[in-house]
């Protein structure tokens, strides 16, 4: 029954903050997703530390070899750093990667196939990669379609701004929440028509988006359960 209301779970599982003791925190961002579209598990960034991440896994009882597809926002360490230790335990996981970072990653993770996103794809199915966004620093969001048609936002850092990766995913369909770090977004007027706003990790103005959003800002860290 549950497979026909809900459409995906989001257990963080990397993050600066903890407040359940048997999780630990770090600096990075992951984000661990369960379609019930296609009962699988995909992995949005790793932090920056596999042991950390590892140990979180563990406490959700979750086998890192469940893990179909992980993908990637962008090539700094706290978003690819776990990355190292997953493929350890499970080198055939599909990989998802900006176009331009390729490089850094072929030589590394030889038994995965490696996907080298350049525009907006189907990562599965309700589950789609903005493409490589930004000028310098190259970035990628992914976007989770609801069984209502409602967008969720995952997002690492939004280096190519919030409002950008926003007005994309609108192309989608409307948008109901957005989860990751905003960096320094400002641009609030984005942020006024969504319900779930789930700032974390790298997001310095957090306490002006909290004043502003008290209805819609939702606290996220390490071993939050989400469910949309």
Known sequence: MLKNIQSFRIDIVFDNRSIKNEFLEGFGFSALIYNYFTGNFLLFDTGGNSEILIHNFKSLNIDIKEIKKIIISHDHFDHSGGLEGIYNINSEIEIYIPFETYTNYKSKFPNSKINKISNSIVIEKNVYSSGQLGTSLKEQAIYLKTLKNEIIILVG???????????????????????????????????????????????????????RFPNQYKEIFVGSSLIF
């Open 157 to 211: 850092c939004a280096h190519p701004g919030l409002e950008n990766i926003i007005v994309d995913a609108n192309k989608f369909g409307n948008i109901k929440a957005i989860i990751g770090g905003f960096h320094n977004f400002r641009k609030y007027s984005y942020l006024k028509n969504i319900q779930f706003i789930g700032a974390c990790h790298c997001t310095t103005h957090i306490n002006d988006i909290k004043k």
